[in-house]
Structure formats: structure tokens, C-alpha cells
């Protein structure tokens, strides 16, 4: 992969450059309170790795600083670590109360392990931050934190488990950071209803392990190795990285899995959910603040350290992701300047460059940068962005059958979003289908030189009037390469089709070709998943019978009523071009292709039930870890 060294500008709609005018939108602040000293010793952490001096704290005379340096812009500050409550009470205090003197501080998160949490932190809390958001660190149950030790090798969550107890008695609600590690692969529901028997917990957030590329143990200052740290030495001595990482095929799989258990088992109602609830408002076209699925990425997200050390994120390696000095830069100006010198940030946006064409543009919104850099950026097959797809695919199927969460297993319907995609009046549409003795309309049939049946006559996407097998005119209203797909769809199936076309080449013309599709719209939820469930077996069935240069595709989508705005789950039957082929071959053998795929729709039928081609995943074997 090439790795650009130039400054780039911002990849539009996916990464937003800081804009020192753009005074509205809110930056991040990671507050490292001790940097990387910490209390326990988690074999995983990205923090430690880093092997920056530790001992020192975060001031309040730097928080001070830090408002100024932006000035007249929304911070979010989170304090971070290592742990931050080792920087004692009185310290913590002098923070918070700086923090709550600057009017332009809108939100204040502490992310704690836990561990020291006691009734007078809370108090202290109470007092002086009571809008604080707290958020623990826990991998769901005390099997799942196995990676999660004290400097002598044994397991911390006891103690957590029991801070969570302490925060719901109090009337306290957290959020908690869950990684993903073998040691709760498989195990997904357990662990989820694990977290979200805590009372206080209203928000879990699942991040993987993405390590496969450490090679060595973390070092130590001293000579002598604690129990922990010869523990994370035996981890790392893998061939395939240490044991306590997760490939990204591993970690779609526990987070689809984790999210039909959130569903079926009502946890929506009481907890947020990441990644699943930004992936379902970006599948539902709207914004989420969470920066995998958002344009304020890396340029919007800020490290502090005590040294006074500024950077991006922390999850990016440093020193590379250092930006300037607290104390010596002046303004957001400056800050802007070394965000566009950085090589580690221009080399980030290039890992971005293939997000630009792809159809999961719009949903993914190009992932994590620090995420890709853990991962190995120079391998030509990205499983980062595989992952990101088989995520969104599955999701994609439990927001439109949530009642059938098996389809989220389903690997031949992928999430391919048409724009636009609309119909006038989407309710009465489907009533009128469905009511063949009501009166039909005149409507108005021309057909274009390339073979093209809308409203004008001409070729390429324009109007049509929505006809239904029961108007006079339906099967003057369908182009015939298309026909035998929508009859049996419409009559052997009793589906409602919302739109076909038969394919069109456009010779001559300054328009792209257009290939072969018939779009479907169910009627309610469960017509729809045994309609997808078919359309895999159908698909399935066809695809190895096709001519070279054609392949079946089929779709998951939303259809947007233009009166009501309502949105629609449907589904899309496409015949495409097989990569690395061209359009003549495909119009040559389109006509082959579509009587195969009609004869496999014709073997097929929705009544058969909800269960696809695709096999369901089997349980994963949680590894073993020098823990366990």
C-alpha cells in the first residue's frame, strides 16, 4: 500500500480538518493525569506501551492553559491514564474545580479502572462535579477480564465489580469499556447480560484487541520483572501475536452476536451499545458523535500529557502523534500548522483513500485511523475494512428483522444503500397492490430508444408511475429483459416489486451503463426476512450455474416515503458485472443470466422459511490464556 507523505486535504464527509474559524464545533481533550503510571498492571495496555516517563501530574494551571490555547471553541475533557485517580484526592479536586471556572468546558468524563473508587471520591464528585460522566474499564465477567491483573499477577475484577456495585447504590450511572479478547469470544450474551446486571451501567462499549503486530513485552524501569509483566512475556511469545489478541473476523462476529442478544433480550431499552447504536443511526442517515463513524476524526481529538506533551490521539503511536508543546504554543493556529506537517497523520488520511469510492462510504464513515495503524497498514488485503462491512451487514439485517436476528449470519445480503430511492406515496402504494378490485389510474407509458418505459421516454433514471400487477398496464409497464424475474417474484412468490429495470448499455450516450435489478418491498417484518432468506437460497443456488463475467447480487436498502418521510427496509435483486469484467460481456451474456436466476427464483419460495444458504457461526473456542 502507498503511504502519501504529502499534506492531503481533508477527505470530504469522512475527515474534518481543524478550522480555526470554525468556533462551533467541539474538540476532544484525553487529560493523561499520570501519564502511564497506573495502579495495575493489564497486560494489554496501549499506554504502557508507549514507555513514557511516569510520575509526574496534570495540573490545574494546564487545564487552564489548554482552555485558552482554544479559546472560544466547545472542550470535551476527559481524564485519562494510566490510572488518574492515583494522582490523589486534593489533586483530582483542583482539577475539577478548574475544569467547572471555564464557561467553554461542555462535558467532563473520568475513565477509572475502578479499582480506588470509594464512597469519599463520590463524595468529592458530588460536590464538585455532579454532571461528572464516569466510565469504567471491565471486560464483562470475571473470566472475560483475565488479561486485567495487579502488579502480582492476580485478577483485579473482584474489586471493580464491587465499585459498580458501590455507583448503583448510589444513584450513579457509568459507562464501561469492554475489550474484546479471546477470553470472551463465544460468549457474547453471557457477557453483555454479565455487564448489564449492574444497576449503575447504562452504556457498554465493546473495542477490540487488534494487536496482532506486538511482538515484545512492555519494558520496566527497574531490572527486577513483577509477576504481571513475566505473565504478558509469555503472552507475547506467540507465532500469530499475543495471546490476548482478536482478528477482526473474531471480533464482527461477538459484536453482531452481542447486539441480537441486546435486541431480544430488551437491553436496548435501559443501555447504549457501541459500535451498534452509531452503526444503526448512520444506517438510519443520521450523525453520531462517536469518531469511527464520524468526520471529526483524529484532527478534533487531543492528548495532553503531564510534561506538558500535546498530540492527537492517544491511541496513535507516539512520539510520531506528538504535536507541539503545551506551554510554547500560542494558539490554535499553530496547533493547526503541526496537524498538517504531521507524517503520521497524512499517512493516516492515505489509509483512508480507498473509503472514498466505497459503498459503505456513507455508513462506516472510514472507521479508526489508530485502529488501522495497530493493524498492519501495509497489508494489500485489509481485513480492517472486511470487518467493517460483515458489522454493518449484520446490523443492517437486525434493524430490519429484528424479531429474526439469524440473518445477521446471512453472507450473501450485503448493505448497498440506492440514492435516491424514494416513491410518492409508499402507504397507498402497498394498499392498492394489495386491493385489486380498487380503481387504477391512467398512467403515462413511453419508451426510450434504449429501451428505457418511464414517464418521458428518455433514457437514463426518470420518473415512473408506480403500477401493481392488478392495473391494465402492468405488463406493458415492465421492459421485457426484465419480465421473467418480476412475474415470478410478483405471481409464483406474492411479492410487492417497487421498481426494475432490464439492463441498460447506453451506446452512444453520455450515461454509464445500467445493469439488470427488481427491487422488493415487504409488507411487514416478517415477510421480509423469509423473503431475504430465499433470495440467499436462490442466489446461492444460481451463482455457480452463470455465465462468466455475471454475478447475482442481492441488497439490503431503505426506501424513503416522500409524503411521510418514513423510511422502509427493502431488499434489491441485481444482476452485476463480476469484478474484472466488462459491460459487453455482461449485456452479451445478460439473457443467460437471467433465465438461470429465474429457474433458481422458481425452486425457491419464501414459505420455506427464514433460514439461508449461509451456515450459522459456531461458537468460539474461548483460548486459553496463561490466566485461565
Not at 449470519?409 to 402504494?429: E, G, H, I, K, V
Not at 415492465?478 to 417474484?489: A, M, R, Y
Amino acid at each position: 500500500m502507498y503511504l502519501s507523505t504529502e499534506q492531503r486535504h481533508p477527505i470530504e464527509g469522512l475527515y474534518r480538518g481543524l478550522d480555526v474559524d470554525d468556533t462551533g464545533t467541539a474538540v476532544s481533550v484525553i487529560v493523561k493525569t499520570r501519564g502511564e503510571t497506573c495502579d495495575i498492571d493489564c497486560l494489554y495496555c496501549y499506554e504502557k506501551r508507549k514507555e513514557a516517563p511516569g510520575g509526574a501530574r496534570v495540573g490545574a494551571d494546564q487545564i487552564r492553559r489548554l482552555a485558552n490555547l482554544f479559546r472560544g471553541r466547545p472542550l470535551a475533557v476527559e481524564l485519562h491514564g494510566g490510572e488518574p485517580l492515583t494522582a490523589g484526592r486534593d489533586h483530582i479536586a483542583e482539577i475539577l474545580t478548574e475544569l467547572a471556572d471555564l464557561p467553554k468546558v461542555i462535558r467532563v468524563t473520568l475513565q477509572t479502572n475502578g479499582v480506588l473508587l470509594d464512597a469519599n471520591w463520590l463524595d468529592m464528585f458530588d460536590d464538585l462535579c455532579p454532571d461528572l460522566h464516569i466510565g469504567i474499564s471491565l471486560d464483562g465477567d470475571a473470566q472475560g477480564n483475565a488479561w486485567r491483573v495487579g502488579y502480582d499477577g492476580k485478577p483485579v475484577y473482584p474489586r471493580v465489580a464491587a465499585s459498580l456495585s458501590l455507583l448503583a447504590e448510589r444513584g450513579r450511572s457509568v459507562g464501561v469499556i469492554a475489550a474484546v479478547t479471546p477470553a470472551v469470544l463465544g460468549r457474547a450474551e453471557e457477557v453483555l447480560d454479565h455487564l448489564a446486571g449492574f444497576g449503575s451501567v447504562n452504556a457498554i462499549s465493546f473495542v477490540p484487541c487488534f494487536d496482532s503486530t506486538i511482538r515484545r513485552s512492555t519494558a520496566l524501569p527497574g531490572r527486577r520483572k513483577t509477576a504481571s509483566r513475566l505473565l504478558q512475556q509469555t503472552a507475547v511469545n506467540g507465532t500469530d501475536g499475543p495471546a490476548w489478541a482478536v482478528h477482526p473476523d473474531e471480533y464482527a462476529q461477538f459484536v453482531l452476536a452481542a447486539t441480537a442478544h441486546w435486541i431480544t433480550a430488551g437491553h436496548f431499552a435501559r443501555i447504549k451499545l457501541e459500535p451498534a447504536v452509531s452503526t444503526i443511526r448512520r444506517l438510519q442517515g443520521l450523525q453520531t458523535s462517536f469518531c469511527h463513524f464520524s468526520d471529526l476524526k483524529c484532527d478534533h481529538v487531543f492528548t495532553l500529557y503531564p510534561d506538558g506533551r500535546l498530540g492527537s490521539c492517544d491511541e496513535l503511536p507516539w512520539p510520531q502523534a506528538r504535536l507541539t508543546q503545551l506551554e510554547t504554543a500560542n494558539d490554535q493556529r499553530e496547533v493547526i500548522a503541526a496537524q498538517q506537517g504531521s507524517l503520521l497523520l497524512n499517512q493516516g488520511k492515505a489509509l483512508m483513500d480507498k473509503c472514498t469510492t466505497c459503498g459503505y462510504r456513507d455508513t462506516c464513515n472510514g472507521g479508526c485511523i489508530a485502529t488501522r495503524w495497530r493493524m498492519d497498514p501495509a497489508d494489500d488485503h485489509d481485513a480492517y475494512c472486511d470487518y467493517r462491512m460483515r458489522m454493518i451487514d449484520g446490523i443492517a439485517a437486525l434493524l430490519a428483522q429484528p424479531a429474526h436476528p439469524a440473518g445477521a449470519w446471512c453472507q450473501s445480503l450485503r448493505w448497498r444503500p440506492r440514492t435516491p430511492n424514494s416513491m410518492r406515496d409508499l402507504n397507498a402504494f402497498v394498499t392498492r397492490w394489495d386491493s385489486p378490485a380498487a380503481g387504477r389510474r391512467e398512467v403515462r407509458l413511453h419508451t426510450s430508444e434504449h429501451g428505457n418505459i418511464n414517464t418521458v421516454g428518455l433514457a437514463g433514471v426518470h420518473e415512473a408511475d408506480d403500477l401493481d400487477p392488478a392495473h391494465p398496464m402492468w405488463r406493458s409497464a415492465i421492459e421485457p429483459g426484465v419480465w421473467p424475474l418480476v412475474d415470478t417474484l410478483t405471481r409464483a412468490w406474492g411479492l410487492i416489486t417497487y421498481d426494475s429495470c432490464q439492463g441498460h448499455q447506453y451506446t452512444g450516450l453520455d450515461l454509464p451503463p445500467a445493469g439488470l435489478r427488481v427491487g422488493l418491498l415487504a409488507r411487514d417484518r416478517e415477510e421480509y426476512a423469509r423473503t431475504a432468506a430465499a433470495l440467499c437460497r436462490a442466489a446461492t443456488a444460481a451463482s455457480p450455474f452463470l455465465p462468466v463475467g455475471i454475478e447475482v447480487r442481492v441488497g439490503r436498502s431503505e426506501l424513503t416515503c416522500e409524503r411521510s418521510g418514513a423510511r422502509f427496509p427493502v431488499l434489491d435483486l441485481t444482476l452485476d458485472p463480476a469484478p474484472g469484467q466488462g459491460w459487453d460481456t455482461y449485456f452479451t451474456n445478460l439473457a443467460t443470466a437471467t433465465a438461470t436466476l429465474t429457474a433458481a427464483l422458481t425452486a425457491e419460495h419464501p414459505d420455506t422459511g427464514t433460514t439461508c444458504a449461509c451456515p450459522l457461526p459456531t461458537p468460539a473456542t474461548v483460548a486459553e490464556t496463561v490466566l485461565l
